[in-house]
Nanobody, 124 residues
Framework: VQLQASGGGLVQAGDSLRLSCAASERTYSRYLMGWFRQAPGKEREFVAASSRNGGSTTYADSVKDRFTVSRDNARNTLYLQMNDLKPEDTAVYYC??????????????????WGQGTLVTVSS
């Protein structure tokens, strides 16, 4: 599956952004989907994940209660609504897809398919 992430940009602290990740396959609903991010000089870290039908989600503690992951399987699209953005949220955000088990959802190495990344910059 090919993934195309979009929606990043430059915003101020406290603003909101919504990222999108469009998938190329009609079998998109078979994939567990995740969002990860990588800040300059840091390792890629887990942000959020959605089960195949969107019924279960998980968040990193750093974004819980501010970010919401959702998916529209009819449109083959994953979303990440980001509210109350902080300067520490600045990173390149990647979406990932894998036919993996739920227990692997936070492990970037478990996902074989990645989008190209979209840059989010939050100024203070």
């Amino acid at each position: 599956v090919q993934l195309q992430a979009s929606g990043g940009g430059l915003v101020q602290a406290g603003d909101s952004l919504r990222l999108s990740c469009a998938a190329s396959e009609r079998t998109y609903s078979r994939y567990l989907m995740g969002w990860f991010r990588q800040a300059p000089g840091k390792e890629r870290e887990f942000v959020a994940a959605s089960s195949r039908n969107g019924g279960s989600t998980t968040y990193a503690d750093s974004v819980k209660d501010r970010f919401t992951v959702s998916r529209d399987n009819a449109r083959n699209t994953l979303y990440l609504q980001m509210n109350d953005l902080k300067p520490e949220d600045t990173a390149v955000y990647y979406c990932a897809a894998g036919q993996i088990i739920w227990g692997q959802r936070q492990n970037p190495n478990a996902y074989p398919n990645w989008g190209q990344g979209t840059l989010v910059t939050v100024s203070s």
